[in-house]
């Protein structure tokens, strides 16, 4: 019995490509939030680190280390808007709650980015040399992490709940006992553990509403 399987994970070819929303079964937005979602979370923690020590040494590096995290994350988080306009427009449909439940994910994190962009800019121009934490940037990069973990929250709901951009379902042939790996578009023929049960999987079929809707 084979215990691993990589390659169809890993694997691009026979994938659906999307442009900016990524491939079928690889959407681009999801792993792009994680930088921005841990670097928010990284330098609130290592703000708040540097404002309890203000007294120590050690402040100002944890002040400067949140400084340049909350950099880094929020031009990553340049890529991670643009997906997820991306997939807002060619995904969801108005009227529907995941359409709902995407405005509220997406206007949770524009509020988290001009936070973070408020506190970058307080930190170049006003606070850059400080020995530890001030307490505005602090107060700014707090409140950016709180809505940070709202906001990821939400956008989990998409994903788990609801199934945004997930290409197939529980019946998939990869759940049925077979030594054989499936690759994406592959229409594989599979079954129980005596195969005498075939079932076919398309792993580039579109979320798109028009194709959805010219599908009916």
């Avoid at 850059?128 to 707090?142: M, N, Q, R, Y």
């Avoid at 409140?143 to 994903?159: F, K, Y």
């Avoid at 594989?188 to 398309?202: L, Q």
Wanted: net charge negative.
């Amino acid at each position: 019995m084979r215990h691993f399987s990589f390659r169809p994970a890993l694997t691009l070819r026979g994938r659906q490509f999307k442009g900016l929303r990524g491939f079928a079964g690889k959407p681009l937005h999801p792993p792009l939030t994680d930088i921005p979602v841990g670097a928010y979370i990284l330098a609130a923690a290592f703000d708040l680190i540097s404002a309890v020590g203000h007294n120590e040494a050690w402040a100002r590096d944890f002040y400067r280390a949140a400084s340049f995290t909350l950099i880094g994350g929020a031009a990553v988080s340049v890529l991670a808007a643009l997906t997820g306009l991306w997939d807002w427009r060619r995904s969801t449909e108005p009227g529907t709650q995941a359409r709902r439940t995407v405005n509220a994910h997406a206007w949770t994190m524009v509020t988290v980015t001009v936070l973070i962009l408020t506190g970058i800019a307080v930190r170049v121009l006003a606070f850059w040399d400080e020995p530890s934490t001030p307490g505005l940037a602090l107060a700014l990069t707090l409140a950016a992490a709180a809505l940070t973990v709202l906001g990821g929250i939400i956008g989990g709901s998409i994903a788990f709940d609801y199934g945004f951009n997930v290409e197939t379902a529980g019946d998939h042939p990869v759940w049925h006992r077979s030594e054989v790996d499936v690759f994406p578009g592959h229409q594989a023929a599979t079954g129980g553990e005596d195969a005498g049960e075939t079932g076919a999987v398309d792993l580039t079929r579109s979320e798109d509403p028009e194709a959805t809707e010219t599908r009916r």
